[in-house]
């Protein structure tokens, strides 16, 4: 798979919504929807390189396991939410839309909270030297 392929997909279900949207306007969200959701199919069998590459710089480095976590975790909130919102949006929800997105930054700071206690030790251990 390559970018020319998710670019001819998605591209071709806009102009598809956009001829459909004049007839029956409720299925161009569907369409929309759809391309979406296959496009982010597509993209899935390309996670397992960046797995296993930001696997294998935590154990060069001899990172602790959390942080490669944290990151992997955080990036999948924001595509998820990134794609929810955007669907929101095309629906016409863009209230609906901001709170997803605001649903998402709380997701990533409760996904981050175990950092945060790792840096505060790092920080009180510091402190008591």
């Given at each position: 798979m390559n970018i020319l392929t998710v670019v001819g997909m998605g591209l071709t279900g806009a102009l598809l919504a956009?001829?459909?949207?004049?007839?029956?306007?409720?299925?161009?969200?569907?369409?929309?929807l759809t391309v979406g959701i296959i496009?982010?199919?597509m993209l899935i069998g390309l996670i397992s390189p960046v797995l296993d590459t930001i696997t294998q710089l935590t154990e060069a480095v001899n990172l602790n396991d959390i942080y490669g976590k944290v990151?992997?975790?955080?990036l999948a909130v924001c595509y998820i939410t990134q794609l929810a919102s955007d669907?929101?949006?095309?629906a016409g929800e863009r209230a609906i839309a901001s709170k997803i997105e605001m649903a998402g930054k709380i997701a990533i700071?409760?996904?981050?909270l175990p950092?945060?206690?790792?840096?505060?030790?790092?920080?009180?251990?510091?402190?008591?030297?």
């Amino acid at each position: 798979m390559n970018i020319l392929t998710v670019v001819g997909m998605g591209l071709t279900g806009a102009l598809l919504a956009i001829v459909i949207k004049q007839y029956k306007p409720e299925f161009s969200v569907y369409i929309s929807l759809t391309v979406g959701i296959i496009i982010l199919a597509m993209l899935i069998g390309l996670i397992s390189p960046v797995l296993d590459t930001i696997t294998q710089l935590t154990e060069a480095v001899n990172l602790n396991d959390i942080y490669g976590k944290v990151l992997l975790k955080s990036l999948a909130v924001c595509y998820i939410t990134q794609l929810a919102s955007d669907c929101c949006s095309d629906a016409g929800e863009r209230a609906i839309a901001s709170k997803i997105e605001m649903a998402g930054k709380i997701a990533i700071v409760v996904i981050s909270l175990p950092l945060f206690q790792s840096l505060v030790n790092v920080v009180t251990g510091l402190i008591s030297f």
